[in-house]
């Protein structure tokens, strides 16, 4: 599943290093918006308007980059609810997701309040890691 970064230290040098990932301080940064506090879920353009109002220089690209790093080092889900548009989800456990389509909103939901019957069998030499449910929902 990955590294996570909830617990008592908020040392996220150390735990980019656990990750992978090398510590740089635009990372660190970006780590201690994403991680300090409560689960959430951000868009690559929350995330940069948010460090920019901390006054950092940091380009929208380095955000998409270290939020695909943070994802790809199992720091953070990716939730893609349409094409080319994706939030990244703090927790990483195994749970479903609301989209509220009016406002973008995505809300969590344990995954034992779903039952999944009749999947098919993989294609042949692949196994399945996760099923990820998006129900849609409006105001």
Do not use: C, W
């Not at 199992?74 to 989800?89: K, Q």
């Not at 456990?93 to 995954?111: A, I, Q």
């Amino acid at each position: 599943m990955g590294v996570t970064m909830s617990g008592t230290s908020p040392d996220f040098t150390a735990r980019l290093r656990e990750a992978g990932l090398r510590p740089t301080r635009q990372r660190v940064a970006l780590a201690r918006l994403l991680f300090e506090g409560d689960h959430r879920h951000v868009t690559a353009e929350s995330l940069h308007a948010e460090v920019k109002a901390t006054r950092m220089p940091v380009s929208l690209a380095t955000v998409y980059n270290a939020l695909n790093q943070f994802r790809d080092a199992g720091l953070l889900r990716e939730v893609v609810v349409a094409p080319g548009r994706s939030y990244f989800d703090t927790n990483t456990g195994h749970h479903h997701h609301f989209f509220v389509e009016n406002d973008g909103e995505l809300h969590d939901f344990p995954s034992d309040k779903v039952t999944i019957a009749g999947l098919p069998t993989p294609p042949k030499g692949t196994r399945m890691s996760r099923v990820d449910v998006i129900v849609r929902v409006r105001r």
